[in-house]
């Protein structure tokens, strides 16, 4: 089963979810504004990508949160992943064992068709 984790009106998320809907491709949604997402996940994902795939500081809330202004180490992103999931560049897809960070339609024609 694939895990997509993400917020439903992100675009990029939209965009994923639509690539499996149209291609029949059962998956499950895990979303942060209604779940929280355990610190050990987070860690588990750096096992398999590095910080500046998974630390999204383009994001809305990095900018309110002013984390610019911290000059944040890969300590204290990891940290503020954990505090604030909305960090995590979406979407987060588990599958097989494999983890894909973002979208991109060939990288998700060639791991899923």
Known sequence: MIQVYGIKNCDS????????????????????????????KISDWLKQTDMKTLFNSRSTTFRNLKLKELSLDETGQKEWLCKENLLIKRPVVEYDGKLLVGFNEENYQRSFL
């Open 13 to 40: 998320v939209k965009k994923a979810l639509k690539f499996f809907k149209n291609h029949n491709i059962e998956y499950t949604l895990f979303d942060f504004k209604t779940q929280t997402l355990p610190c050990e």
